[in-house]
């Protein structure tokens, strides 16, 4: 006779062993060169505005069309991996982005860079989800919050390396390395995930044809697991989720809310990362400072990450997203409002918005790991991220009209704050919503 064991009994349970760490240490990996490729075209914006003979800001339709894509991508690629897996959409999606990257080298003008940027970013948006949805599915309950952080870390981590690569590599060789060195590494990190990288334990225990392949993943967790089992995953049968089911089982609150703290976190995201070099160029910085002082910001945002993962667990999810949030908002107020300042002030400042909205970005995409069950994670978070790929769109698109006319550039980070605001009580109805009302005791 067979026994049934249940997934979350064993990955709840057990300690992260060498296989859930090499499992984690992958999908970061694919959302270092989704962060770099991001992060990579905002540098050489002020060299490809000087050599096509544009004028500043207007490069936007680029930068806005590959968010159009990485939204399209995550709302409707990413689901396809509550139907046939985690795995196979993560290499493919690396696969597409990689090819689309190394195609912008070959680009001479605005509009065909509009459209392979829309293109590369339909991959870049369905593997960051699975990514992220992949890695919270190995990770045990009481420390789920922490690897999500750890993981979407590796965005800052790509960010970081995008400024890095820029500022030894565009000034002798052009800008067109960028994009070779941002092509390469994501079809070399598929090469690697083709052969490393398993399938989500709960999404083979869903399907009865992979019950052997479900079984072989258990133990890799748990060598000890006998033969005799039957591997069965807690909650709804996966493979079937769609969008309607995000708000069946008093999850539509829950879910708007979401939506709301994912879009106005990822407008200000990609407001300060696709234009902070520009804007600091604009103010008096050369193109090295400016480099460097947006390579510190992805910094602060590295080390937000880490220090709200450590203290999500200890203190609370809600509570540590709160505070990224009031961080974000001191620091951009502080910067668009403090004229003058030479490039260690500044690069501080930075430091600690990158901190708050960083941080509170990555917090959000543990929170959505947290509110759904795992046969909707990667649909539930592939709508919000989807949903928040359109405040990414309508913050650089606003970012450029406004950075294009403003007397002062830093004035337009001043824009922040509403969105900040309003993130802020997207997160307090949400916690209201997971708390449970406590019941009064029967009257005796």
């Keep these: ?43 050489v914006v002020p060299t490809l505005t000087r050599e096509w003979g544009l004028v500043r800001g207007d490069l936007w339709p680029a930068l806005t069309f590959g968010l159009v894509g990485v939204m399209l991508g995550a709302m409707l690629l990413a689901p396809l991996a509550d139907r046939i897996g985690r795995r196979s959409v993560i290499v493919w999606s690396c696969v597409a982005f990689g090819l689309g990257t190394l195609l912008t080298v070959a680009v001479d003008s605005l509009w065909p860079l509009v459209a392979v940027r829309f293109l590369t970013g339909l991959g870049l948006g369905a593997a960051l989800p699975n990514a992220i949805g992949l890695a919270s599915e190995y990770a ?15 965005i800052s981590l790509g960010a970081i390396a995008a400024g890095m690569t820029a500022a030894r590599l565009v000034a002798p060789y052009g800008w067109h390395a960028m994009f070779v060195v941002g092509g390469i590494l994501p079809l070399m990190l598929a090469v690697a995930l083709a052969r490393l990288l398993p399938e989500s334990i709960r999404f083979a225990a869903s399907v009865p044809t992979r019950q052997d392949e479900a079984k072989s993943l258990l133990r890799k967790i ?33 879910t708007v809310c979401l939506w709301v703290t994912f879009f106005m976190s990822l407008l200000n995201v990609y407001l300060a990362i696709n234009w902070l070099p520009s804007s600091l160029e604009a103010s008096g910085f050369t193109a090295t400072q400016a480099a460097e002082i947006t390579t510190l910001y992805h910094v602060g945002g590295v ?75 990667a649909t539930g978070l592939g709508w919000a991220l989807g949903v928040g790929r359109v405040g990414s769109i309508v913050g650089p698109t606003i970012g450029g009209i406004m950075i294009a006319t403003a007397a002062d550039p830093r004035s337009v980070y001043l824009g922040c704050l509403l969105p900040v605001l309003l993130g802020m009580a997207a997160v307090a109805l949400l916690k209201r919503q997971a708390t449970p009302v406590p019941r009064l005791a029967p009257a005796r």
């Design 140 to 154: 045990p309950h009481k420390r789920r919050a922490l690897v999500v952080m750890f993981v979407g870390s590796g």
């Design 1 to 43: 006779m067979t026994r049934a064991v249940n997934v979350s009994d064993i990955v709840d349970t057990h300690g992260v062993g060498a296989f859930q760490l090499r499992v984690f240490a992958l999908c970061a990996a694919v959302l270092f060169v989704d962060g770099f490729d991001v992060q990579g075209i905002t540098y």
């Design 303 to 377: 080390i937000g990450t880490y220090a709200i993962g450590l203290l999500m667990d200890r203190l609370g999810a809600y509570r540590m997203v709160l505070f990224a949030l009031v961080l974000a908002a001191i620091g951009f107020y502080t910067f668009a409002t403090l004229t003058g300042m030479t490039q260690w002030p500044t690069t501080a400042i930075l430091m600690v918005a990158g901190m708050g909205v960083i941080g509170a970005q990555v917090g959000a995409t543990a929170l959505a790991s947290m509110t759904y069950p795992v046969a909707m994670r």
């Design 222 to 254: 748990r060598p000890e697991v006998g033969a005799d089992i039957e591997v069965v995953s807690s909650g709804p049968e996966g493979g079937h989720a769609s969008v309607s089911d995000l708000f069946k089982d008093n999850r539509g609150v829950a």
